[in-house]
């Protein structure tokens, strides 16, 4: 399941000190997609205090970067404490980024990361009517059991392996390497 990201755009986790990047990524999405990101309709307010907490313990957030700019995110958020076992996923790709397999790297990546964070129940807030979402999750079957009916998936196999740590800390240090590629890309091409 790696199929090449579109645009050239690459997947990493969203360092402290870019809850701007996500806010702003978050209010650009069209009203759709931002009504499916929050099942219902939140006011920009209350979107932007939302993006503030992406830095704190027990969040993780894999972003889709294009030339620097967020562009898709997936947030890890552990329910009752950064030691829960049961923490909730929620997605949000630009229109433009949709269909061309951003959601499926972003879910890989998570499921990593809740698998080594212990996290065995997986919930995603998911409108009844969201084919492309639950398709995806679909996709997974294998690493998540999803009850589209309760919508809570069970993360399998739930224990972390040492393997499984090497390939988030390996994914963790390609993100830092294409992050400095990228800047240093953006850098040449502005001089
Ligand atoms: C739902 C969402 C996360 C899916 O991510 P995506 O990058 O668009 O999805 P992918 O391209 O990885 O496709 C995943 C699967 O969905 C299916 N799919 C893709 N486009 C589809 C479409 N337009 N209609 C129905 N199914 C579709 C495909 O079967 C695909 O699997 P495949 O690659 O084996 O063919 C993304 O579209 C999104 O952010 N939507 C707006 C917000 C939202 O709905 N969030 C979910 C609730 S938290």
Not at 27 to 45: N, V
Request: charged letters at 25%; aromatic letters at 6%.
């Amino acid at each position: 399941m790696h199929e090449p990201l579109p645009d050239g755009g690459t997947v990493r986790k969203l360092w402290i000190g870019e809850t701007g990047a996500y806010r702003d990524h978050l209010l650009r999405l069209d009203p759709d997609s931002r009504h499916r990101r929050f099942s219902g309709t939140l006011a920009d307010e209350t979107i932007a205090r939302h993006a503030e907490t992406a830095d704190e313990l027990g969040v993780v957030v894999h972003g889709f970067f294009v030339d620097g700019v967020l562009r898709g995110a997936a947030e890890l958020r552990h329910i009752g404490g950064m030691f829960s076992r049961e923490a909730e996923v929620a997605f949000s790709i630009e229109a433009p980024w949709q269909s061309h397999g951003v959601g499926s790297a972003l879910l890989e990546r998570t499921l990593l990361s809740a698998r080594n964070r212990g996290v065995k129940s997986l919930a995603m807030h998911c409108l009844a009517d969201n084919r492309r979402m639950q398709q995806l999750a679909r996709k997974f079957e294998a690493d998540l059991k999803f009850d589209f009916g309760s919508v809570v998936g069970e993360v399998d196999p739930p224990r972390y392996t040492a393997l499984s740590l090497m390939r988030e800390a390996v994914a963790d240090a390609h993100g830092v390497a294409g992050a400095l590629l990228d800047a240093q890309a953006r850098l040449f091409r502005t001089a």
